[in-house]
């Protein structure tokens, strides 16, 4: 849960004068979370919260955007082996950029096919 810097403040404040379990008590705050600030401060000099460096793990997101366009019509298996990674990994990366691939397996085709044409046997009797 994300705390604004002016309740960290207040919290901080009040455990000038008073134990850690009266602050989780009045605020209902984790010990470990009032700690954490206490510590933050002592660190930084300051309650803001850290800035969040996250990288990617197995795909960059950018290479596989640009892979996509290059290759429209690949399957995830086959973009999973040109990254290095299951196709597992390949649809969760794309999930997280909202890329959609759309694809009819051979098997797929072939019975819409079969069935077409039954379908037409069907009509012209």
Request: hydrophobic share 40%; glycine share 4%.
């Amino acid at each position: 849960m994300a705390y604004s810097s002016d309740l960290r403040k207040k919290v901080i404040k009040y455990r000038e004068n008073h134990t850690l379990e009266q602050a989780h008590e009045v605020f209902g705050i984790s010990i470990s979370t009032i700690l954490d600030w206490e510590d933050l401060l002592e660190k930084t000099g300051g309650l803001e919260k850290r800035q969040l460096n996250r990288s990617f793990k197995k795909i960059n997101p950018e290479e596989l955007a640009v892979f996509v366009l290059e290759h429209p019509d690949a399957y995830l298996h086959e973009i999973g082996e040109h990254f290095g990674c299951s196709a597992t990994a390949v649809y969760y990366a794309l999930e997280n950029q909202s890329i959609t691939l759309k694809k009819l397996k051979f098997v797929i085709v072939k019975q819409m096919r079969k069935n077409a044409k039954l379908s037409k046997k069907l009509w012209q009797e």
